[in-house]
């Protein structure tokens, strides 16, 4: 029986090209996660300054993208200069709670039955100082050398931006396929921008309460800890629990007594609820369309194959792939299991200036179908 013809055989290509695929984007880990950051940062800055052209009137188009690139450099330079200069003191602050952690330990391991728990000391003396230290200064280097990359990966993908329409054009020679081609390819751009937009809207909303309670209860750190709370919101599920329990635990052992810690995540526990559960819900809509599950398997995925980078990336690229799959026939029903309604195409959620879906003519014979009004092909 041909492969075309048998469904069996052709789900099956498709489930070993899926395993194909994930052990050669593990095996390219190195290569393509800077790649992967590099485009989404691409696609950031671009949605960034169409934004700022559309709030921004009399910002020209030709000088929307080098403000929104520098901004961007801006904003993420102030980031790096605020992460280091607060990262030293709050690891600092910790070894001060040495005696607290030795309490909280004494407590833990007498409710476990343990006669002689061990102390922060002594496990910090356990630990092969070398070894941490080693991989500690290979993560660093490994951080440095990929945001080079990303760095200079994003420079080439902004400077041949321009070449793309021609590409395009060679691509899909045929107006409508290249008309299919530009609009699954406009879902998965406003898709990713709808769920930046709405990640960061909510995250500085989940950020700013935080601090807030934070700041009520006396917690030390409290800015830097709404700042790590704002990007723990970008990673699904993970985040959240972040969010609402690495505080508490913190305050625990700054604070004498178990009542801060427990009014400060009984207060970050109704933030995650009344954020995810009646904000998030009403500005996500279905813009992504992908099922809770989903999500959760997605985040699993990414994280196992490109780590931390495939966690922040995990939602954009299942949208991604969602869109490319439900283009062709053999992989629709992947993209269909994957999307939240069984609607992977979302026909109902098109944009505005989106024509409306129109029946192809079969091709004619004769001289009429020479003549066209653009003269985009010519016969001979």
């Not at 008309?179 to 950020?207: C, H, K, N, P, S």
């Not at 995650?272 to 398997?297: A, C, F």
């Not at 991604?320 to 959620?349: C, E, H, T, Y």
């Amino acid at each position: 029986m041909p492969i075309a013809a048998s469904n069996v055989a052709r789900n099956a290509l498709v489930i070993l090209a899926v395993i194909a695929g994930g052990a050669t984007l593990y095996a390219l880990a190195g290569i393509l996660t800077p790649l992967a950051l590099a485009m989404f940062l691409a696609v950031m800055i671009d949605g960034f300054a169409r934004s700022l052209q559309h709030r921004l009137p009399h910002v020209s188009k030709k000088a929307a993208l080098p403000l929104a690139v520098v901004i961007s450099i801006l904003l993420f330079g102030g980031t790096a200069f605020f992460v280091a200069q607060n990262a030293t003191g709050f690891a600092t602050q910790l070894v001060t709670y040495g005696p607290k952690l030795d309490a909280v330990i004494a407590q833990v391991g007498t409710m476990a039955g343990v006669r002689h728990p061990p102390t922060f000391i002594g496990i910090i003396r356990g630990l092969d100082a070398t070894k941490y230290l080693g991989l500690v200064a290979r993560a660093v280097q490994d951080f440095a050398s990929t945001a080079l990359f990303v760095l200079v990966y994003l420079a080439f993908i902004i400077a041949s931006r321009r070449g793309w329409e021609r590409k395009a054009v060679g691509l899909f020679p045929q107006r409508e396929e290249r008309q299919e081609a530009v609009v699954a390819f406009l879902r998965i751009r406003d898709g990713v921008e709808r769920y930046l937009f709405v990640q960061t809207v909510t995250g500085l909303m989940v950020a700013g309460l935080s601090w807030i309670a934070m700041v009520g209860v006396g917690l030390h750190d409290a800015l830097f800890w709404a700042f790590l709370i704002f990007l723990a919101v970008y990673i699904p599920v993970a985040g959240g629990v972040f969010a609402g329990v690495a505080p508490p635990l913190f305050a625990l052992v700054q604070f004498p007594g178990y009542t801060r810690a427990i009014i400060l995540f009984a207060a970050l526990q109704a933030i995650g609820v009344i954020i995810g559960n009646v904000v998030y819900p009403r500005m996500q809509g279905r813009s992504l369309n992908i099922d809770p599950v989903i999500v959760l398997l997605s985040l699993a995925f990414w994280s196992a194959i490109w780590g931390l980078t495939g966690a922040f990336l995990s939602t954009p690229l299942t949208v991604m792939a969602m869109v490319i799959l439900a283009q062709f026939d053999g992989s629709r029903w992947v993209a269909v299991i994957l999307s939240a309604d069984g609607d992977p195409q979302q026909l109902k959620n098109k944009m505005p200036n989106e024509p409306p879906d129109k029946p192809v003519p079969p091709p004619s014979k004769g001289p009429e179908a020479v003549k066209s009004p653009r003269r985009e092909v010519k016969r001979t």
